[in-house]
């Protein structure tokens, strides 16, 4: 029996739901810590779903079959703007990197 897209989306939701980010609490939680997924975007077939933290700290990808969750980066701010292709295998965000004078540059990221 075939479930229909909003069931199938209610499904991969729920698995988000269950899932944590270590160290996704905000820049004031250690990283031994951990914090409730938030959903991004999700693969057009709902395979997978992007998930970022609170304060949009962390990013990862849930695997809504295996519930497997792979840590993309836990660079803050990482999941404002994040988006997933539509097939689910390439992930776009924007990464932040020390410019070496105590700034932060931003890299698009794939």
Known sequence: M????????????????M???AGAGGADMPASKTAPA?????????????VTGDQQQGLAVVNTDSKKTIEITATPHTGYYATIAPS???VCY????????GGKLQVPSL
């Open 2 to 17: 075939k479930f229909s897209f909003v069931a199938r989306f209610a499904a991969a939701l729920a698995v988000v739901s």
């Open 38 to 50: 938030v959903p991004v975007a999700v693969a057009e077939d709902l395979s997978v779903v992007l």
């Open 88 to 90: 689910g295998n390439f």
């Open 94 to 101: 924007k990464d932040f990197v020390d410019d070496g004078r």
């Open 19 to 21: 899932t944590v980010i």
